[in-house]
């Protein structure tokens, strides 16, 4: 190993250290990020604040660092969970599946990725964490929309739909579904005595009967 290579390795090592300590601060702070200041973050670390500014840079930029890996651990999970032998309408509940299962397994990384608000500086600002979110969210939007697409092709979705509005419409009904359950739990539970996991599955029937062919 080169010194150059041993440098860097160490300067990966610190980075990894840093976001893992602002992410099991965010979880103790009940994944509120807005807690978790770069004080904190120094202390928990073990690095002195001007240390992390040098890794990080700012706070903004270790909250697309932190989404990066949620982006990571989510194509992962999707390339894991589909195959070629899937019909349009098998893979798209595999996929709802495996969100659903990211949200109650990883809480923290599904719900950064899924809560951020996008706003027009992130496509005006070239800065290669922000470039890179951008980069992994497209893969896992591109394999829902080409899982509409394979719908239509294999005749389980209607012919009729345009896939890149569609996916967007059933991403969104799914992350519905999935924030409801989050922060409704106990009402719909103790107010009406609902089975979650059988509300969540027959919620979720309701958007795949929605665009079959």
């Known amino acids: 190993m080169t010194k150059e290579e041993r440098k860097q390795k160490v300067q990966d090592m610190n980075k990894k250290a840093i976001i893992d300590a602002a992410e099991e601060l965010i ?3 009940n994944y509120d990020y807005q807690k978790v200041t770069m004080n904190d ?3 928990k670390a073990d690095f ?14 270790l909250q697309f660092e932190i989404m990066i890996r949620g982006h990571e651990i989510l194509i992962k999970r999707l390339n894991e969970a589909i195959d070629e032998k899937q019909t349009g309408l098998e893979r ?4 709802a599946k495996a969100l659903y ?17 996008n706003q027009i500086t992130d496509f005006e600002v ?15 939007m591109q394999l829902l929309i080409d899982t509409i697409r394979l719908g239509k092709e294999d005749g389980s979705f209607s012919k009729e739909l345009d896939e890149t509005n569609v996916a967007f419409a059933v991403w969104s009904y799914i992350l519905g579904i999935l924030q409801t359950e ?12 609902i089975d979650l996991d059988k509300w969540v599955n027959d919620a979720l029937d309701l958007i795949y009967k929605s665009i079959i062919g």
């Open 182 to 193: 989050k922060l409704k739990k106990t009402y719909m539970t103790h107010m009406h005595h």
């Open 126 to 140: 070239s800065k290669e964490s922000i470039q890179k979110t951008y980069e992994l969210g497209e893969i896992s």
């Open 101 to 117: 299962r990211y949200s109650h397994e990883d809480p923290l990384h599904f719900w950064m990725v899924m809560n951020y608000e």
């Open 92 to 95: 798209l509940k595999i996929i």
């Open 27 to 29: 979880i103790e702070n």
């Open 48 to 61: 002195t604040k001007r240390t992390v500014y040098q890794y990080i840079g700012s706070k903004e930029a």
């Open 41 to 43: 973050i120094a202390s």
